[in-house]
């Protein structure tokens, strides 16, 4: 996170992952913010963060992502004020999440592939390697 972003200091630890690249092509969103491969990665990405003990994230969205992630649960702390960075807004966060968070992306998000999420499937999104040290798969 760039740190002229934040007004205030967030933790910092192995459990606190910062969240870069979330980006879905417009036309690859399911007609939603919710929809399609983006409900998907956000999806994979609170998966692979639990199975790890990671339940904190710090990320730069636009201002308009703050209520699309409380609906699924998510705790949103801004770090500072909205900025405006080469025409678009943004604002640093940090957001807390668990699993009921997850529990409810699964049932919100699952409208939209259920080929992928299954409706209440266990099965993760999120694939984790069984992989041991200096072994192969």
């Not at 992952?17 to 007609?31: A, F, I, K, L, P």
């Not at 004020?81 to 640093?92: H, K, M, N, R």
Request: glycine residues 10%; charged residues 25%; hydrophobic residues 35%.
């Amino acid at each position: 996170v760039h740190l002229h972003l934040c007004e205030r200091d967030y933790p910092r630890s192995p459990l606190v992952w910062e969240w870069t690249r979330y980006c879905v092509h417009r036309d690859r969103r399911g007609g939603s913010v919710l929809g399609g491969v983006g409900s998907e990665l956000l999806l994979a990405a609170v998966e692979w963060c639990l199975e790890r003990g990671i339940q904190d994230v710090v990320l730069e969205p636009h201002p308009g992502w703050i209520a699309y992630f409380m609906t699924l649960g998510f705790k949103v702390r801004p770090l500072g004020l909205p900025t405006e960075i080469d025409g678009e807004a943004v604002i640093a966060v940090q957001m807390h999440f668990d699993e009921d968070v997850l529990t409810q992306t699964r049932e919100i998000c699952s409208g939209y592939r259920n080929d992928v999420v299954d409706g209440w499937r266990r099965s993760p999104v999120a694939r984790v390697s069984k992989r041991k040290a200096g072994g192969k798969s």
